[in-house]
């Protein structure tokens, strides 16, 4: 078995823990699991790739172009520039609430969504927009972000491990104090589907 998630997004947004959160529900589930991370200026916002590939040992961290089971985008323009990476018949969750970029903000660039998604969609047979932030705003933090988005994915029946399995991993991987948090968060994301 081969299977292969792609984290696309920016820092503080969660990707890393995500993607140990698929690992460890991957190793839990009895499959070999590696992940690696692509991390550019993340504590100023930069991007953040994060590579989580199940299945066979001798695999490289890195998924090759096209190779992509599921892209999961924490953001619009972070999932179009990784979607490179998607097979044909990859599937995708993407976050539709942009960040923009420091020179969108400073007027220097314009940030319209619309064509982004629109190129999404082209791109992907399979997926799924979902607005995430207000999804984790409901859940009682934006920053749960992360889980409302493996929930979307869980429900969707994109992984390869149950729903069960990962909100099982959400319980014994995140800190006690968060972990309330993050299961509601994960449940208001799987009722999305």
Avoid: W
């Avoid at 916002?45 to 090759?64: A, F, K, Y």
């Avoid at 400073?106 to 399979?126: D, G, Q, R, W």
């Avoid at 992984?159 to 990962?166: I, M, N, T, V, W």
């Amino acid at each position: 078995m081969k299977f292969d998630i792609l984290i696309a997004g920016v820092g503080g947004q969660g990707t890393v823990l995500a993607s140990r959160l698929l690992a460890a529900s991957a190793i839990k589930a009895g499959y070999f699991a590696r992940t690696s991370e692509t991390i550019g200026m993340a504590q100023r916002g930069g991007c953040v790739v994060s590579h989580v590939r199940i299945g066979d040992e001798n695999l490289s961290p890195v998924i090759p172009f096209g190779e992509a089971d599921l892209l999961i985008g924490f953001e619009p323009a972070e999932a179009a520039r990784s979607i490179a990476r998607l097979s044909p018949e990859g599937k995708c969750v993407v976050n539709t609430r942009i960040i923009k970029p420091v020179t969108a903000s400073l007027n220097t660039v314009s940030y319209e969504v619309e064509p982004i998604l629109e190129f999404i969609n082209k791109n992907s047979s399979h997926r799924i927009l979902v607005d995430g932030y207000d999804l984790a705003q409901k859940s009682g933090s934006v920053k749960a972000l992360n889980t409302v988005l493996l929930g979307v994915a869980a429900a969707a029946g994109f992984l390869p491990f149950s729903k069960e399995d990962l909100l099982n991993t959400i319980g014994e991987n995140v800190s006690p104090k968060y972990v309330e948090l993050n299961e509601k968060a994960f449940n208001i994301g799987a009722s999305f589907v």
